[in-house]
């Protein structure tokens, strides 16, 4: 019964289909298009997985960072527009 339990829990050979569906030119092309827009990532196409991993990250905490800017620069400018029409009413 236990070789039941451990053959239904195997992952589905579905699973890999989409990494399957990326080529390493199309990753490439992602990468080369990520270090034209963030600063400070540097992405060869002779770089393993894991520089390419890294550099991902990097990517994804710089626009989270720019995600918080525009936020804090937002409500800054409402606060800005709240005074100054409470200030000429």
Not at 29 to 44: E, F
Not at 55 to 82: F, G, K, P, T
């Amino acid at each position: 019964m236990s070789s039941q339990r451990s053959r239904s829990r195997r992952p589905s050979s579905s699973s890999g289909s989409i990494s399957s569906r990326i080529n390493e030119e199309q990753i490439n092309h992602l990468l080369t298009r990520i270090q034209a827009l963030v600063p400070g990532t540097r992405v060869h196409a002779s770089e393993d997985a894991a520089s390419a991993t890294r550099n991902l990250q990097e990517a994804c905490r710089y626009i989270r960072s720019l995600h918080q800017e525009v936020d804090d620069l937002s409500q800054e400018l409402s606060e800005l527009l709240a005074t100054a029409n409470g200030s000429t009413s």
